[in-house]
């Protein structure tokens, strides 16, 4: 079935009017928002890792499989944080692998902190057509000529931040630079293009039983496009990707178990006639006594997919280098 990777490609990144990628997505964002906003580094106030594989529609060839590490840690200078973003993304026959490093400030503010974030790095796109079964072998046909295309794209973010011990809100984007993945020489109505992302997130905490019991609903909303009138080329003023959010629900037991359930929908298809729910999702994770913690999620595929494709799932391994520190003197929930 190797021409189902040319069905992922497409669905991606092309058709005869635009259908732009989102950026890879994480049932389990809320350890990942490093990733998408660069003004939470240094947000934990002790040096912290995570690391994420997830592998989507499993049991379809050419599925998207990602990882993602994230470090960051705040400085001797307590308003100034700095983190690092390594994200490897496989969507059939492409691979991007984006690397950034972060650096954020952090201002006092009533009860909590305003954090204004940078980040600046780079992403190497690489595409092996050879992974297709073609037709005709690629002969004649111009898409197909270069059957190795690889670009190295620099690129910078900016995101703000604001967080108190039981509530956070942001907003960022992470990659401002827009990039056409085309080349320039081939006259075609079918490209990729690399697009600026938006990413909106906001979570709090409801303590019910003390510590002992902690209530953690979250939200992140995710959009591609949201200045696109403004393009000079035309082709880009139209998006075929919708809005895309996630909405969570979790509780956290001790400060060590943590259980939640998300589901993932678009705006569009909540507010129109035609639905577009994407997955219904459960995860747990697990704080040793060390500060070591283990995740694992599953998505329930609710689209067509669901008839081929086993769903969706992620593992994830974290650290946290002042965990009983920030148990015993200043819990913190995000």
Do not use: C
Request: glycine residues 10%.
């Amino acid at each position: 079935m190797r021409k189902i990777y040319l069905f992922i490609v497409l669905l991606f990144v092309g058709g005869t009017n635009l259908l732009a990628q989102q950026d890879a997505m994480f049932t389990k964002y809320m350890f990942n928002s490093l990733s998408f906003n660069p003004a939470y580094a240094g947000s934990k106030d002790h040096l912290a890792m995570n690391l994420i594989h997830r592998t989507q529609w499993w049991g379809i060839e050419g599925a998207p499989q990602t990882q993602s590490l994230i470090i960051h840690t705040p400085m001797p200078n307590e308003r100034v944080g700095v983190g690092l973003s390594l994200v490897n993304d496989e969507i059939g026959p492409t691979n991007s692998i984006r690397a950034n490093l972060s650096y954020a400030y952090r201002i006092p503010m009533g009860k909590g902190k305003l954090s204004i974030g940078l980040q600046g790095g780079v992403m190497h796109w690489r595409a092996d057509f050879n992974k297709l079964s073609l037709e005709q072998g690629g002969g004649g046909d111009e898409a197909f000529e270069e059957m190795t295309p690889s670009q190295l794209l620099p690129n910078f973010g900016a995101g703000i931040y604001y967080y108190t011990p039981k509530f956070y809100v942001g907003f960022a984007s992470p990659q401002l630079i827009e990039y056409d993945l085309r080349d320039n020489d081939i006259n075609t109505n079918i490209w990729a293009r690399q697009q600026r992302h938006y990413y909106f997130s906001a979570g709090a905490a409801f303590p019910i039983k003390g510590d002992a019991l902690i209530f953690k609903p979250s939200i992140l909303v995710k959009n591609v496009g949201l200045l696109s009138s403004f393009s000079k080329d035309d082709a880009f003023q139209n998006f075929g990707a919708p809005t895309e959010f996630d909405i969570d629900l979790s509780l956290m037991f001790q400060q060590a178990l943590w259980v939640g359930v998300s589901f993932r929908s678009a705006i569009e298809g909540i507010v129109g006639d035609q639905s577009s729910f994407d997955s219904a999702d459960i995860w747990a994770a697990y704080y040793l006594a060390n500060g070591l913690r283990i995740g694992v999620a599953y998505d329930y595929t609710l689209t067509k997919l669901q008839s081929v494709a086993g769903g969706s799932f992620e593992v994830m391994l974290g650290y946290e280098f002042d965990y009983k520190t920030k148990q015993v003197v200043t819990p913190r929930y995000f």
